[in-house]
């Protein structure tokens, strides 16, 4: 996974199925849906969709502390 291999451990990675009631918390807060993929980031959504590999990397790198 591409995500693991730039940031190791730094990156810890959750999949959450909105559709599963012990995820109802994080479903309400982040407005997650069923069709569509969220991403959450230090308690933000920072994407909705899949988003080009570059912008992805940008808003983690502004969110994540440098190593």
Same mark, same amino acid.
């Given at each position: 996974? /591409?995500? /693991? /291999?730039?940031? #190791?451990?730094? =990156? !810890?990675?959750?999949?959450? @199925? ?7 918390? @994080?479903? =309400?807060?982040?407005?997650?849906? #069923? !069709?569509?993929?969220?991403? %959450? =980031?230090? #308690?933000? %959504? ?11 990397? !940008?808003?983690? !790198? #502004?969110? =994540?502390?440098?190593?």
């Amino acid at each position: 996974m /591409k995500l /693991k /291999k730039e940031y #190791g451990p730094r =990156l !810890d990675i959750n999949f959450y @199925d909105p559709r599963c009631f012990v995820f109802l918390f @994080d479903t =309400l807060r982040y407005r997650l849906r #069923g !069709d569509e993929v969220t991403w %959450v =980031l230090n #308690g933000k %959504v920072i994407f909705r969709g899949i988003p080009e590999w570059e912008n992805l990397k !940008d808003a983690i !790198d #502004g969110v =994540l502390p440098a190593s």
